[in-house]
């Protein structure tokens, strides 16, 4: 086995180069797309960030009917004059 490298024609070196220039300028078929897909994912991204909005809303709305029934339990029971003559508004901590 040698180590010697054949020598390059100035032909050969030009095919080379329009071979590698055709093969640039064709589209690569993983960079194609059909028409319509670009819309499909938008639309799927857009149905997300919906579902996303409605989840964060349920769970607001989840936290307020429990803060409203905790508030309920803790006043259940007693007159809201006398606890305001009294000084305190509730039992309950705001921590």
Not at 45 to 54: G, N, P, T, V
């Amino acid at each position: 086995m040698t180590m010697r490298v054949e020598k390059s024609t100035v032909d050969q070196v030009k095919r080379k180069l329009e071979e590698v220039k055709a093969k640039k300028s064709e589209p690569d078929p993983d960079d194609f797309l059909p028409d319509g897909v670009d819309r499909r994912i938008l639309e799927a991204q857009e149905a997300e960030e919906r579902e996303r909005e409605a989840k964060k809303q349920a769970k607001k709305e989840k936290k307020q009917r429990e803060r409203d029934a905790q508030a309920a339990a803790e006043t259940d029971g007693m007159d809201p004059d006398m606890m305001a003559m009294m000084g305190f508004g509730g039992f309950g901590s705001s921590k």
